[in-house]
């Protein structure tokens, strides 16, 4: 078997291990014995986000009695989305599989992501039916009715790290900060096809969650940011000039009246705080305007090295005109695909 017919082969299961884990060991067997399912070799990539001396110990264990596990230890703690990158570069196989390092779906029903692979280029898992409490249910619904507004996807459980994708979406889209929990609205964006598959809810997260204030206002900084980068990272002008328009449009209206005011009403201009309000929203305004053309003039000299489409397939002269159907899974929604990308450069 050559290499490359291996890593095709191959799964990766990348586990990213932090403040929230299981026991180990248990759960590693647990997702072997579902991984397993596939006939196919796994590999597993563990990534310890910081000193966990408890879980790499336990996992030393595993690799003494043979296990096919690879450790990846970071030096300090740099959040999900660095360790899920560090491991995407050590990954051997074409199908990686990203779990969490503590119980969310039930392990039996894993295979069902990979066999999606066959209609889309990432499959990503909604909990469901769920177990745990309405609480939580609540806060899941809330979080990603907000992102389906903002994103205009359809995705329902963002909160689930149960996915698997293919190679070529982690060798293109980037992660960093905290974005791990919106690869798959960043997938889509990149023009690939996402698939989102219910799977039942692991009956052992059922404890109810309530996070900080300052976690819930960091992850709505995180969609705001995700927002942004799919809407207007190629389009800036789209952005800062509706706004700095708008604030120096309205400006310049108040300060047309204020004038108007002046000379047919006889209402002094002087000592008149309204005619500094006007003033500064029309500079500011146009700040605002020129940092657009600002990013506008950054994409434009970098086009060159930016792709604005994704290629589905080459298709070279003599081929067969026919083309094989793909297989669709029963009971499974259509992958979402990504809106058309121009090739004037026109953002997504």
Excluded: W
Excluded at 102 to 107: E, K, L, M, P, T
């Amino acid at each position: 078997m050559t290499d490359a017919t291996e890593r095709s082969q191959t799964i990766t299961a990348v586990i990213a291990v932090s403040g929230r884990y299981d026991a180990p060991e248990a759960l590693y067997q647990a997702y072997r014995e579902g991984l397993a399912r596939q006939s196919r070799p796994v590999e597993f990539i563990y990534v310890l986000d910081g000193p966990l001396p408890e879980v790499r110990a336990a996992l030393r264990r595993l690799q003494q009695e043979g296990e096919p596990v690879r450790i990846i230890q970071l030096n300090r703690t740099f959040g999900e989305a660095a360790a899920l990158s560090a491991a995407f570069r050590y990954a051997r196989g074409d199908i990686i599989v990203t779990l969490p390092a503590f119980h969310q779906v039930v392990v039996d029903d894993l295979p069902r992501l990979i066999d999606g692979l066959a209609n889309a280029d990432m499959v990503v898992a909604r909990r469901s039916p769920r177990t745990d409490s309405g609480f939580n249910r609540l806060q899941t619904r809330a979080f990603a009715g907000l992102a389906r507004f903002l994103t205009r996807t359809q995705f329902h459980d963002l909160g689930c790290n149960v996915r698997a994708l293919r190679r070529r979406v982690v060798d293109e889209v980037m992660l960093y900060g905290d974005q791990h929990r919106f690869l798959p609205i960043l997938a889509l964006n990149y023009g690939f096809r996402v698939l989102e598959i219910a799977l039942p809810q692991s009956s052992s997260e059922r404890f109810r969650r309530i996070y900080p204030l300052g976690t819930v206002f960091r992850r709505l900084i995180d969609l705001l940011t995700v927002f942004f980068i799919t809407k207007f990272t190629r389009r800036p002008m789209r952005f800062y000039g509706l706004i700095g328009s708008a604030t120096a449009g309205f400006g310049g209206l108040y300060m047309a009246y204020l004038v108007f005011q002046r000379l047919f009403m006889e209402v002094p201009l002087a000592d008149r705080p309204a005619l500094l309000l006007a003033a500064l929203l029309v500079v500011i305004g146009a700040q605002i305007f020129s940092m657009g053309l600002i990013g506008e003039l950054i994409i434009y000299v970098n086009a060159r090295q930016m792709d604005e489409y994704a290629i589905e397939a080459v298709i070279e002269q003599g081929e067969p005109l026919a083309e094989v159907p793909r297989q669709d899974l029963p009971g499974q929604e259509q992958p979402q695909a990504a809106p058309a990308r121009s090739t004037t450069g026109a953002g997504v």
